[in-house]
Structure formats: structure tokens, C-alpha cells
């Protein structure tokens, strides 16, 4: 199940009081049960594609530690929702669960159960890694309670698992399948992910294909999300490497075809089950649910999230965790609830969002329960696609094949005003305003003068229906950025508010080999990895081996630049590029406090580009000499080291006494 909003926030100094406002109205009702969502962000490895902040590897002290910080979470919640509340449904994920030890898994089931109550129809589900299968582990998991089990997968095809870092046999994820049944498990789920650098439809096929042969009761095709300003493995992927928008359609309606014609039922958008699932059956009576956990058959009012990155919803108020291991901890050690984002939908909000959920679930909506404000969505998006999402009845809504396809794009028109907010830039936090001009799609238009602003405006209209989408959602470029207006120089920028504006040198004229076009314009654009040819670098030693000369260099443009964005970048602009990594580098170069500044001290400022120090194919500066003193004026003693004293660095490491100073 899509998340209702995939856009990391920055933490709201009021959240944890509205989620204790949220939680104490809830305390008034207990006869209401409560779903469970609890984050162990562990893995073993580090998959290139993952969308949660997890560790990996960590030693069993530091999870211990997050155990307590969990178990510490909970109490601050049952202080303002009370104990013993029933639940229907418990899962455990984000991350890899099953790296955790068995005591620590028996710890967490604990320490939900000491404050809650499990009743005996409940959901209990838990992630798992095949490629860590245990048979022990898995009937210690079962007989800790866990009914559902979801198996992990990136695909199959051995490009796709080069691309994103993650290698596993069918074999072995058989063998998974095979151990989880004998375990005991009511059900068998396998998420796969479309959308990856190399995925081609029919290599979709023959993995699914797969998949079908090993007999799961559960297939989700989840699509991934690029979002490389939040999570930085990502970088690695490249932007220009994964499929376009309409190829993720193709991924999505193969799946769709290859598994309804073997038996299973297409449920809500990106999940098919067997037909005598429970989720199945409960969609044919038209009783099928879902919140931020997944679809359900035993729906609760409220989801209370725990752990880092948890998300939840109490009374109608969207709640969200802090998204890092470190902070969350440390408010969770500090007595605080540990909540980046609380925000109360409106009357209006929450029924939309229950006629949306309706109608994805069930896949009708009666007409005297259908918000205009779902209507107007609709015609709006049916203008733009030129075919019908719902089909109107007299009585009912219902939504078509294509608005099954459509139902993200449905909820970012509903729901992008209330939930879209300026994403951070991974760990450089404090980047952020030069990370949103990247995420929001105005950086082309901070890097031209005003006077090409001016007439861009034509398409401001187009520009905002694509920013208003989920980055997963928005349209990928064929191999090459978006076409943007040229920018001129000297260019002026001013990302980041408080400080003054500022130009940069020149670095076109100072390049031996430019234009890039007068070689590339006779070639066939390759943007395959591979060893070079001179006037090119021998190595690329950048990214720690990761990057290639495309996730900076425009494939089918060589004279520009381009950004994770698809924004068109200009040479002499190239710090707007290197800021995307080096978020802390790139603001304290613009404030001043790291870089050289050219000219004008007492006006507008004239900055030495990154490339002006840094070599960007081997950035690290190689340590060096430093210049020697000035001679001593005339009538002064030269100042003699001191026995304490130490050698310098360059002089100990030469292994050469040291020397008095002149």
C-alpha cells in the first residue's frame, strides 16, 4: 500500500504536543483497538534502492540501545493513551527484523504486550530477508505469534541486482518460501519492486513468473522511490538509469497480466493475492481497508507507529516519526515523543481520504458519499490522461482499469497541498533550502537572470502540476534531463536565505577540451561504465567507485550539467551540482567559510568555483607542504622551537629532525 505521503519533513516544534492532544482524546474511548506499526531499522547490507534509514551493520549493543529507546517510546504513548488497549493488527518492519536475534525479537513481541492486548483474530505480520533464511528462526518467529510473513525482493534478473547492490538466487528465495510453509505460517507474502535501473517488462515477466512457481499466497509489486535528497545510497542508483514513467506503467501492467492470468487477485493498486486470501474474500464483500501499514480485513480507527521513520494516524491526525536513528533516540531518551510531523486533517481531509480509500479498495464508491472535491480530481486528471479513471453512475462511483493505474497521481491532486512540504537534504539538514530548490523543480529558475524568468512564465501552469506530484510519480526523463532555459553568465545566486547574493568565476574558458560537443556530437551517446580513452581521466575516483560520468554530465547535452532533478546546470555553475552531496560544504562556501572569494569584499561577492580548487573527477585535495614563513625583519631574533614542541606533520612523516625556524 502507497504511503499517503512520501516527503521527508522537517520536525515541527508543536508535534509532539498535538500527538499527545491526539493521543488523550483517544483515551476517552477504549473501546476502540488500536493498529501497530514498529520500525527495527537493521539490515545486514545496505540495499542501493531502500527507502528507510536503516543501519547496517550494527553491533548487538547499538540495537539493544534503540530496543530500550523503543520500550521508552511506548510508555511515553500509553501516558496519554493508557494501557491494555486492544489490537488488530501488529506488524514489524522497516528494515530487516529477522537480523535482530531471537532474544531481541522475543524483547519487542514483550514489550507490546506488556501495554497492549492482542486479541486472538489479530493481523501479525513481520518483514523477512530470505537471503538470511533460518528454519529455527522462522518457527521461533511463529511461535512468537506471527501469522504473515513478506519476503523481501528487489527481482530476480541478475542486471537489476548489480544495479541496486542486491544479489539473491531464486533457489534460495524458494527455499524461503518452502521453510516459511513448513514453519507454519498462515501466509506467504513476497514484495517485489518495479521501477529499478535495467527493468525491462519482459525480464518483469520471467521474474514473476517465477514467483508464481513458488506458490506465495501474496504478490506486492511496491514502486520505488527516488528520492536521493532524503536517502543518499540512492545517489548511486542515477537518476538517467531508471525506467521512465511510461515504462513504470508497462512494469505495472505486466505484473498486473502475468499474475491475474495465474489465478491471483488484482487488490487495490500494486497487491494480488490468491482467491481464497482473506483480503481477497474481503474485497468481493466490499469490507477491504488500508492504512499506512497496508490493506487489512480487520481495520482499526487509530495506527500508532514506533521507532525511527514510523508513521501513524490517531483521530484523524497524521503523525510521523523523526526519520533519523540519532535524533529520535535522543528525544526518546529526553522524555519527549519523538514526532517530526503531527498535523490534524480537517473534517473535509478525512472524508476525501476515506472516499479515496473506499474507492481503491473496494473499487466503488456510492454517489451520495462522494466528496466534489474527488469528482473534481478526476476530471481533472481525465482531462490530462484523455480516458476515463471512474465510470458514473446513478448510484455509484466506480474506478476503471486505468484509475486503478492512476490512484497516485489521484491522491497527490487531493492531498499535495496538505502533505507536500520541503524535503531535507539527507543528512545535510542544514542545506535545506538549497535542497528544495532541487526538489521542487525551481532550480532551473534560480539559476537564470530575471529577465529569462520573465519568459518562462508560460509554462508556470505545467511546472506546478508536476511539482504537486510525489517525486516517485513525477515524469522521468528519457536518458537525458528536461530541456530548461540556457543559462548565461556570469550567473547570480541566492539559494539560501540571509545571505547576500554572489558570482562565480568563470571556468568555461579555463577548460582545455570545451566544448564537449566537438567530439560528442559525432558519437553515439554510451552510457555504459567502462574504462576511458585520453583526453578523459584514467580513473573516476569519486563516489568511492559508485559514480559515473553521466550522474553529472548530461548524456545527450555534453556542454551542460544536469542535476538529480533533470535540471540543466551550466559549467561555470557547477557548485549547484556538488551542493546536492556536499550539502554543509556547499552552504558554508556560499556564506564564506569554506573556498577562496575572487573579488569584491565590499559589494556583491565574485567566488571561486568547486572546481577551481577540486579536481571533480578525484576531488579529495592531496595533503601538502605549507608555504614557508616570511624571513625574519631586520633587528629581530628568530624564534627557536621549544624542546615540547612537535615537529610538523610533513617533517615527522619525512622522518627528518626538526628543523629551527629561519
Not at 487477485?265 to 482467491?275: A, H, K, M, P, S
Amino acid at each position: 500500500m502507497p504511503a499517503w505521503s512520501t516527503v521527508d519533513l522537517p520536525p515541527s516544534p508543536t508535534a509532539g504536543r498535538r500527538y499527545a492532544q491526539a493521543l488523550e482524546r483517544v483515551a476517552e474511548r477504549a473501546d476502540e483497538p488500536v493498529s501497530i506499526d514498529v520500525h527495527l531499522p537493521f539490515c545486514a547490507m545496505l540495499c542501493l534502492y531502500c527507502g528507510y534509514d536503516v543501519s547496517a551493520p550494527q553491533h548487538e549493543r547499538e540495537i539493544d540501545r534503540y530496543l530500550d529507546a523503543l520500550e521508552r517510546e511506548m510508555d511515553l504513548v500509553c501516558e496519554h493513551l493508557g494501557t491494555n488497549r486492544d489490537i488488530v493488527q501488529l506488524h514489524l518492519g522497516g528494515g530487516t527484523p529477522n537480523h535482530l536475534s531471537d532474544a531481541q525479537l522475543a524483547r519487542v513481541v514483550s514489550a507490546v504486550l506488556r501495554r497492549f492486548r492482542l486479541l486472538g483474530e489479530c493481523e501479525t505480520s513481520i518483514g523477512y530477508d530470505p537471503r538470511l533464511a533460518d528454519a529455527v528462526q522462522l518457527k521461533r518467529m511463529r511461535a512468537l505469534g506471527f501469522r504473515e510473513i513478506a519476503l523481501g525482493v528487489a527481482d530476480l534478473q541478475p542486471d537489476v541486482q548489480r544495479a541496486v547492490g542486491r544479489f539473491q538466487s531464486s533457489r534460495a528465495l524458494h527455499d524461503a518460501c518452502a521453510l516459511a510453509v513448513k514453519a507454519g505460517f498462515d501466509s506467504v507474502a513476497i514484495d517485489i519492486v518495479y521501477g529499478l535501473p535495467g527493468q525491462t517488462a519482459d525480464g518483469f515477466r520471467a521474474t514473476l513468473k517465477e514467483l508464481v512457481g513458488m506458490g506465495p499466497d501474496r504478490v506486492r509489486c511496491r514502486q520505488y522511490n527516488h528520492r536521493p535528497q532524503a536517502r543518499r545510497h540512492q545517489s548511486a542508483l542515477g537518476a538517467w538509469r531508471l525506467p521512465s514513467a511510461a515504462e513504470c506503467h508497462a512494469l505495472l501492467n505486466a505484473a498486473v497480466e502475468t499474475l491475474t492470468d495465474a489465478g491471483y487477485v488484482w487488490i487495490g493498486q500494486d497487491t494480488f493475492t490468491l482467491e481464497t486470501d482473506e483480503l481477497a474474500m474481503a474485497q468481493a464483500e466490499g469490507r477491504l481497508r488500508c492504512n499506512t501499514i497496508g490493506y487489512t480485513a480487520t481495520p482499526a480507527s487509530h495506527v500508532l507507529g514506533f521507532g525511527s521513520g514510523a508513521k501513524g494516524e490517531v483521530d484523524g491526525t497524521v503523525v510521523r516519526n523523526q526519520g533519523k536513528r540519532a535524533p529520535w533516540q535522543q528525544r526518546v531518551e529526553g522524555g519527549r515523543l519523538p514526532v517530526a510531523l503531527a498535523r490534524r486533517r480537517s473534517a473535509e481531509e478525512r472524508r476525501t481520504r476515506d472516499a479515496l480509500a473506499e474507492l481503491l479498495c473496494n473499487l466503488e464508491l456510492p454517489a451520495a458519499s462522494t466528496p466534489a472535491k474527488l469528482l473534481q480530481a478526476c476530471a481533472k486528471l481525465e482531462r490530462q490522461a484523455g480516458e476515463a479513471l471512474v465510470e458514473r453512475r446513478a448510484d455509484k462511483l466506480l474506478l476503471t482499469r486505468p484509475g486503478r493505474f492512476a490512484v497516485d497521481q489521484l491522491r497527490a491532486e487531493l492531498e499535495s497541498a496538505a502533505t507536500l512540504r520541503v524535503p531535507r537534504w539527507g543528512r545535510h539538514a542544514r542545506a535545506g533550502a538549497f535542497a528544495a530548490l532541487l526538489s521542487i523543480g525551481s532550480l532551473a529558475m534560480a539559476s537564470v537572470p530575471v529577465e529569462a524568468q520573465a519568459a518562462d512564465t508560460a509554462s508556470a501552469a505545467t511546472t506546478a502540476a508536476a511539482a504537486a506530484q510525489p517525486p516517485s510519480h513525477r515524469p522521468l526523463r528519457e536518458n537525458a534531463p528536461q530541456d530548461t532555459p540556457e543559462p548565461t553568465e556570469p550567473t547570480v545566486f541566492s539559494g539560501y536565505p540571509g545571505a547576500a547574493p554572489f558570482k562565480t568565476t568563470s571556468r568555461k574558458d579555463k577548460l582545455t577540451f570545451f566544448p564537449c560537443t566537438a567530439c560528442h556530437s559525432h558519437l553515439t551517446p554510451d552510457a555504459t561504465p567502462r574504462k576511458l580513452a585520453a583526453p578523459h581521466p584514467a580513473a573516476l575516483n569519486h563516489g568511492k567507485g559508485r559514480m559515473w560520468c553521466v550522474d553529472c554530465h548530461t548524456l545527450k547535452d555534453r556542454d551542460v550539467l544536469h542535476t538529480v532533478a533533470g535540471t540543466k546546470v551550466d559549467f561555470d555553475d557547477s557548485h549547484l551540482v556538488c551542493g546536492q552531496c556536499h550539502g554543509n560544504r556547499h552552504r558554508d562556501w556560499h556564506f564564506g567559510a569554506h573556498g577562496k572569494r575572487a573579488e569584491n569584499w565590499n559589494g556583491e561577492r565574485t567566488l571561486y568555483n568547486c572546481t577551481h580548487c577540486h579536481d571533480p573527477h578525484d576531488p579529495t585535495v592531496k595533503p601538502r607542504e605549507p608555504s614557508k614563513p616570511p624571513p625574519v625583519r631586520a633587528g629581530l631574533q628568530p624564534m627557536q622551537r621549544t624542546p615540547h614542541e612537535a615537529p610538523p606533520v610533513w617533517v615527522r612523516n619525512a622522518g627528518a629532525p626538526a628543523a629551527a625556524t629561519p
